[in-house]
């Protein structure tokens, strides 16, 4: 059974970090790029941050760049996005995806509030 479970949401201050995790299970995840999403209420689903399979190149929209940074442990089958400097505009449910295959996570709610 494919899952992929994120986790490390939570409510956290301006200016604060999260770390979240994407753990992979059900299909030989070492194999494909990874990529984070996030989703505001009322605003469409827009890509944050995307992570070869072999972890050597990322990229990052405009809107995270310099603050977020995505990585991957392939032996531990899990991706991160360590996110710094948080805004409240960075409020949204987080989702792990796998592009190639189709696969989602059921997504974590990160707020940023003071």
């Known amino acids: 059974q494919v899952q992929l479970v994120e986790s490390g949401g939570g409510l956290v201050q301006p200016g604060g970090s999260l770390r979240l995790s994407c753990a992979a299970s059900?299909?030989?995840?070492s194999n494909w790029a990874v990529r984070w999403y996030r989703q505001a209420p009322g605003k469409e689903r827009e890509?944050?941050?995307?992570?070869?399979?072999?972890?050597?190149?990322?990229a990052y929209a405009d809107s995270v760049k310099g603050r977020f940074t995505i990585s991957r442990d392939n032996a531990k089958n899990t991706v991160y996005l360590q996110m710094n400097s948080l805004k409240p505009e960075d409020t949204a449910v987080y989702y792990c995806?796998?592009?190639?295959?189709?696969?989602w996570g059921q997504g974590t709610q990160v707020t940023v509030s003071s």
């Open positions: 890509s944050v941050a995307t992570i070869t399979s072999s972890g050597i190149s990322a």
């Open positions: 995806n796998c592009p190639a295959r189709g696969y």
């Open positions: 059900g299909f030989t995840f």
